[in-house]
C-alpha cells in the first residue's frame, strides 16, 4: 500500500527535512504531496485529501478552509508539530481527530515514532472491510450493482447520470449528480465541478484532446478518456497535476508533478 503524505511548513527546507525523516522509517512506500505556500495548503489538502497530514501549528491560521465540516469521509491521520505556547490554535486539529503530537523544537526520534504510530493505525484500518465498497443505482426499469472504484468519470445529464466506468463501458443512471456523491464512500472521488465527478485513483496523466479540443484523461490501466471539461474542473484537476512550467504553453503532468509530454 502506498500512503500519501502532505507536510505543510514554513519553508522547502523544512518540508524536505520532514520529508527525509519519514522516508528514512522505511516502514512503507510514500508518495508525498509537492511543497506549497502555507496559504495554499488547505484548499490542496481537500482537493488531494491525503492519507497523512503533518502539519505546524504555527500555520494553522492559512489552513482555515471549515476543514472538520468537510472532511466527513475517511479523515485522515495527522501529525501536528507544536511549540507549548500555541496549544490554543490546535482545536481545529482536534475536530479532524490528531494521530499523534510532536511538541517543538522537532527531534527525529520523537517524530519517528509518531510515524510509526500512524502507519499502525493505517495497516489496523487496511484490515477492516471498507464500507460502501459495493453501490447501486436505479437504471432504467432494473438496479445496477457497481464496484464504486470502478467508476472513472460521473457526468450529470439532465435528471440522470452518466457513468463512465474503467473499461470504457458508460451507463446511465436514474439519479442527479448530487445523490450519487450520497452514495460514494471511497474519497478518492473528486466534484471538479457542479456537474463532474472524477475518481483520482484512476487518473496517471492529465493533457489535452490534440484531435477534439478537450481534456484526454490516461487511466492506471493504460487506456484514454477524452472529455470537454469545464475552466472550473480543469482548474481543479491542475491543482491535483502541479504544473512545474509557468509559460503559456502548459505541460501535462502525472501524479508526482512530473513533465510526461507537451500536452496543452
Not at 504531496?33 to 505546524?56: C, H
Not at 450519487?180 to 465527478?197: C, G, M, P, Y
Request: glycine share 6%.
Amino acid at each position: 500500500m502506498t500512503i500519501s503524505v502532505q507536510i505543510v511548513e514554513k519553508s522547502k527546507g523544512a518540508y524536505d527535512l520532514i520529508k527525509y525523516w519519514i522516508e528514512n522509517t522505511a516502514l512503507k512506500k510514500f508518495v508525498f504531496l509537492p511543497y506549497t505556500s502555507p496559504e495554499d495548503a488547505g484548499e490542496i489538502f481537500l482537493l488531494r485529501k491525503p492519507d497523512v497530514l503533518v502539519i505546524d501549528l504555527s500555520l494553522s491560521k492559512f489552513f482555515n478552509y471549515g476543514i472538520s465540516g468537510r472532511v466527513h469521509k475517511n479523515p485522515p491521520k495527522v501529525i501536528v508539530l507544536a511549540a507549548k505556547e500555541a496549544m490554543e490554535a490546535i482545536q481545529q486539529f482536534i475536530e479532524i481527530g490528531i494521530s499523534a503530537l510532536v511538541i517543538k523544537p522537532v527531534q527525529q526520534d520523537p517524530f519517528t515514532r509518531a510515524v510509526k504510530k500512524v502507519i499502525n493505525q493505517i495497516d489496523c484500518e487496511e484490515e477492516k472491510p471498507v464500507p460502501g465498497q459495493f453501490v447501486s443505482f436505479k437504471s432504467h426499469q432494473s438496479m445496477l450493482y457497481l464496484n464504486e472504484l470502478d467508476i472513472v468519470i460521473i457526468e450529470a445529464d439532465k435528471n440522470s447520470s452518466k457513468l463512465t466506468l474503467k473499461n470504457g463501458e458508460c451507463q446511465t443512471v436514474n439519479e442527479g449528480i448530487s445523490g450519487i456523491e450520497q452514495h460514494l464512500k471511497a474519497r478518492e472521488f473528486l466534484k471538479v465541478d457542479k456537474s463532474t465527478i472524477i475518481n483520482l485513483s484512476r487518473i496517471t496523466y492529465l493533457g489535452e484532446d490534440g484531435n477534439g479540443g478537450g481534456c484526454m484523461l490516461r487511466l492506471n490501466n493504460g487506456s484514454e478518456i477524452r472529455r470537454p471539461l469545464s475552466k472550473v474542473a480543469l482548474s481543479s484537476l491542475y491543482k491535483i497535476f502541479p504544473q512545474q512550467n509557468s509559460s503559456v504553453s502548459i505541460r501535462g503532468q502525472d501524479l508526482n508533478g512530473r513533465d510526461t509530454r507537451a500536452a496543452w
